[in-house]
């Protein structure tokens, strides 16, 4: 198999201008996918934080980390980049759309110049074609949140730094820009030790000390910024490492109101739903990984793959404990991987050409029952998807089906028979567990017609090898059907929930147009709304900042003070800046869910109901000015 498939290499390298021109165009296809849905999704909670948050960090309304200021709960840069671009091109969701869309195009060329670089030219356009066929991962990019800032830093930041014959220089700017990176969003701290590791291991015995303009490039990016918001900035150290020396900067002890009851059912299906949405990244890593190559083309290529590895493997981790380990945000998970897919597909990349398609049998029997396994929980998280491709009425028809020598007796009367349970517990059961077994039995089929086709080889010693590789040759070949099936609703065809049929910016730019007609400069304005993306369209207005992140910022808490200087609020400092706000806006979901808000409003009227901000039901936002 080895053999056929350096073969099939070498033809197509012949033609590597061929894979350029085909890079190219599947380049254009990703841009214009990216447009459409940087119009087309409505804007979040997170989006309008990074958006309006930066924008009164860049423009020193506030600073990051400032008590009585806004909560900050990132690192700043996350804030402040897309505060500076506001800056620059104007306030507003449509500079924040199109700084994702300028980022997301940025990335896929960094990662197809690096794929290119450690792969070959045909395994860079399967990197295009890998993330062109991922329609989950280029919306959350072109969402204006972190996504696609922390994934184009990563890419120029593996560009830069990866392979032996890199300079100087580019280890300087390799170090910068995984300093920003961090500084973009704290999960990403093991890059530092990680990449400052790897490139002494790559240089060493040819003059390490090269590694060392890494380092300096870290410590610009990375320390500087500790330096400018020190020491105010270890109280987000301090929530993730609640170390005694740090507990002068520990957040007030407080009762979160948001606390979510996620069952273990969740975090189950948020798991395998990381594994949809990113098929390509995570489950081609793990291929990587059983079919390890034996045989290297260099050592710079061992040493670039061990470095990738290790560092998915601790990224993952760590997002799927943020994530699956806590209760705020349980379903982030396939949200987070997306920071940092990049790195699995760069480690296809640069493993995919010397895969051992004959491992260990110890990694073949892994390699086979974590990929069922794979398989069997991705299809859990569909079980949704599952019952719109099979229709309404499926599962009925196949309980009603008669059971084979029992007198017409339907399935689930025997089953409700032999094991006492009735109908709806066995509906319930072969709605979650059906989707379940089409997958395993899926995988099955395709090891076995591997197995098969590879058998057939002739000679004795041939078919005995090519037996040996079966199981490889299915491994690759439900890796590579998940990537040409990864646009379709079984993988990460799924994830749509933001979609609207038609443009939502001017929805957006509309009602902040409206805004300004009614609310003048200088007011005070109370926030009951969901994504302060709006409020950018007043940049003139005094806003109570703790608001801005709603129910995920406001405690139970008697200590106002210690709310206020931290970023978050409670009830009594609710009805105290309602008392003295002279215009309140609210988004109509958010009136029905608020009895005591309602109420208060009788002291004010209403004066303005905007047009929707987008497709979505009650997007409206009401203006209430004080009587």
Same mark, same amino acid.
């Given at each position: 198999?080895?053999?056929?498939?350096?073969?099939?290499?070498?033809?197509?390298?012949? /033609?590597?201008?061929?894979?350029?021109?085909?890079?190219?165009? &599947?380049?254009?296809?990703?841009?214009?996918?990216?447009?459409?849905?940087?119009?087309?999704?409505?804007?979040?909670?997170?989006?309008?934080?990074?958006?309006?948050?930066?924008?009164?960090?860049?423009?020193?309304?506030?600073?990051?980390?400032?008590?009585?200021?806004?909560?900050?709960?990132?690192?700043?840069?996350?804030?402040?980049?897309?505060?500076?671009?506001?800056?620059?091109?104007?306030?507003?969701?449509?500079?924040?759309?199109?700084?994702?869309?300028?980022?997301?195009?940025?990335?896929?060329?960094?990662?197809?110049?690096?794929? /290119?670089?450690?792969?070959?030219?045909?395994?860079?356009?399967?990197?295009?074609?890998?993330?062109?066929?991922?329609?989950?991962?280029?919306?959350?990019?072109?969402?204006?949140?972190?996504?696609?800032?922390?994934?184009?830093?990563?890419?120029?930041?593996?560009?830069?730094?990866?392979?032996?014959? /890199?300079?100087?220089?580019?280890?300087?700017?390799?170090?910068?820009?995984?300093?920003?990176?961090?500084?973009?969003?704290?999960?990403?701290?093991?890059?530092?030790?990680?990449?400052?590791?790897?490139?002494?291991?790559?240089?060493?015995?040819?003059?390490?000390?090269?590694? *060392?303009?890494?380092?300096?490039?870290?410590?610009?990016?990375?320390?500087?910024?500790?330096?400018?918001?020190?020491?105010?900035?270890?109280? @987000?150290?301090?929530?993730? @490492?609640?170390?005694? *020396?740090?507990?002068?900067? =520990?957040?007030?002890?407080?009762?979160?109101?948001?606390?979510?009851?996620?069952?273990?059912?969740?975090?189950?299906?948020?798991?395998?739903?990381?594994?949809?949405?990113? =098929?390509?990244?995570?489950?081609?890593?793990?291929?990587?990984?059983?079919?390890?190559?034996?045989?290297?083309?260099?050592?710079?290529?061992?040493?670039?793959?061990?470095?990738?590895?290790?560092?998915?493997?601790?990224?993952?981790?760590?997002?799927?404990?943020?994530?699956?380990?806590?209760?705020?945000?349980?379903?982030?998970?396939?949200?987070?991987?997306?920071?940092?897919? &990049?790195?699995?597909?760069?480690?296809?990349?640069?493993?995919?050409?010397?895969?051992?398609?004959?491992?260990?049998?110890?990694?073949?029997?892994?390699?086979?029952?974590?990929?069922?396994?794979?398989?069997?929980?991705?299809?859990?998280?569909?079980?949704?998807?599952?019952?719109?491709?099979?229709?309404?009425?499926?599962?009925?028809?196949?309980?009603?089906?008669?059971?084979?020598?029992?007198? &017409?007796?339907?399935?689930?009367?025997?089953?409700?028979?032999? =094991?006492?349970?009735?109908?709806?517990?066995?509906?319930?059961?072969?709605?979650?567990?059906?989707?379940?077994?089409?997958?395993?039995?899926?995988?099955?089929?395709?090891?076995?017609?591997? /197995?098969? @086709?590879?058998?057939?080889?002739?000679?004795?010693?041939?078919?005995?090898?090519?037996?040996?590789?079966?199981?490889?040759?299915?491994?690759?070949?439900?890796?590579?059907?998940?990537?040409?099936?990864?646009?379709?609703?079984? @993988?990460?065809?799924?994830?749509?929930?933001?979609?609207?049929?038609?443009?939502?910016?001017?929805?957006?730019?509309?009602?902040?147009?409206?805004?300004?007609?009614?609310?003048?400069?200088?007011?005070?304005?109370?926030?009951? &709304?969901?994504?302060?993306?709006?409020?950018?369209?007043?940049?003139?207005?005094?806003?109570?900042?703790?608001?801005?992140?709603?129910?995920?910022?406001?405690?139970?808490?008697?200590?106002?003070?210690?709310?206020?200087?931290?970023?978050?609020?409670?009830?009594?400092?609710?009805?105290?800046?309602?008392?003295?706000?002279?215009?309140?806006?609210?988004?109509?979901?958010?009136?029905?869910?608020?009895?005591?808000?309602?109420?208060?409003?009788?002291?004010?009227?209403?004066?303005?109901?905007?047009?929707?901000?987008?497709?979505?039901?009650?997007?409206?936002?009401?203006?209430?000015?004080?009587?």
């Amino acid at each position: 198999m080895m053999l056929m498939m350096k073969s099939f290499l070498r033809f197509f390298d012949r /033609r590597s201008f061929l894979a350029d021109l085909l890079s190219v165009i &599947g380049m254009a296809v990703y841009a214009a996918m990216l447009w459409m849905f940087a119009h087309i999704q409505v804007s979040v909670l997170d989006e309008g934080l990074y958006l309006y948050k930066g924008w009164l960090f860049a423009s020193g309304r506030y600073a990051p980390f400032q008590q009585f200021g806004p909560w900050t709960n990132q690192m700043p840069l996350s804030f402040l980049i897309p505060g500076w671009m506001e800056m620059l091109f104007g306030l507003g969701m449509r500079t924040g759309r199109m700084l994702a869309f300028a980022l997301s195009l940025l990335m896929i060329l960094g990662l197809w110049l690096t794929s /290119r670089r450690l792969g070959g030219r045909w395994v860079a356009l399967g990197v295009i074609v890998t993330l062109t066929l991922n329609p989950a991962a280029a919306r959350m990019y072109t969402m204006a949140a972190s996504q696609g800032l922390v994934a184009c830093l990563l890419a120029w930041t593996m560009f830069f730094s990866l392979g032996a014959d /890199r300079k100087n220089w580019q280890l300087f700017v390799g170090g910068l820009l995984a300093g920003v990176a961090v500084m973009v969003r704290i999960n990403l701290l093991p890059l530092l030790p990680l990449l400052a590791m790897y490139v002494f291991w790559e240089n060493w015995g040819r003059g390490y000390k090269s590694a *060392f303009w890494m380092l300096g490039g870290m410590l610009i990016s990375f320390g500087g910024v500790h330096l400018v918001y020190w020491p105010n900035i270890l109280q @987000l150290w301090a929530k993730w @490492l609640p170390f005694p *020396f740090l507990k002068d900067w =520990f957040p007030p002890k407080t009762i979160p109101t948001w606390k979510p009851d996620n069952p273990f059912e969740f975090r189950v299906a948020s798991f395998f739903l990381a594994f949809r949405y990113h =098929f390509a990244a995570l489950t081609g890593a793990f291929t990587s990984w059983i079919l390890w190559p034996k045989a290297w083309k260099s050592r710079s290529q061992f040493r670039i793959a061990s470095f990738l590895s290790v560092l998915l493997a601790i990224f993952f981790i760590l997002h799927a404990w943020a994530a699956l380990g806590n209760e705020y945000c349980v379903f982030c998970f396939p949200t987070y991987t997306s920071f940092y897919g &990049g790195v699995g597909l760069l480690l296809l990349a640069v493993t995919v050409s010397a895969w051992n398609f004959n491992p260990p049998r110890w990694r073949k029997w892994l390699g086979g029952l974590s990929f069922l396994a794979l398989l069997a929980g991705m299809a859990y998280s569909a079980e949704g998807t599952a019952e719109i491709l099979l229709g309404e009425f499926f599962y009925k028809h196949l309980l009603a089906t008669p059971f084979p020598f029992w007198k &017409g007796a339907q399935i689930w009367q025997v089953v409700a028979n032999k =094991f006492q349970l009735e109908y709806k517990v066995i509906f319930d059961a072969v709605h979650a567990w059906f989707p379940v077994a089409l997958a395993v039995g899926f995988g099955l089929l395709t090891f076995a017609a591997a /197995r098969i @086709l590879m058998s057939r080889k002739t000679g004795a010693s041939v078919a005995v090898s090519a037996r040996d590789e079966a199981l490889g040759v299915g491994l690759v070949a439900l890796t590579v059907i998940g990537i040409l099936f990864s646009a379709t609703p079984l @993988l990460a065809g799924e994830y749509n929930s933001y979609d609207c049929p038609t443009d939502v910016i001017p929805g957006y730019e509309a009602a902040g147009a409206e805004l300004r007609q009614v609310i003048p400069s200088g007011a005070t304005v109370y926030w009951a &709304g969901y994504s302060p993306v709006t409020l950018l369209a007043l940049p003139d207005v005094t806003i109570y900042p703790s608001q801005l992140h709603g129910t995920y910022s406001f405690r139970i808490a008697d200590d106002d003070q210690a709310l206020l200087k931290y970023g978050w609020w409670n009830q009594y400092l609710a009805e105290k800046w309602l008392y003295e706000a002279d215009f309140v806006l609210v988004e109509q979901r958010n009136l029905k869910s608020n009895d005591w808000l309602e109420e208060k409003l009788l002291n004010f009227e209403r004066v303005l109901v905007t047009g929707a901000q987008s497709c979505q039901p009650d997007s409206t936002l009401l203006v209430y000015r004080r009587k």
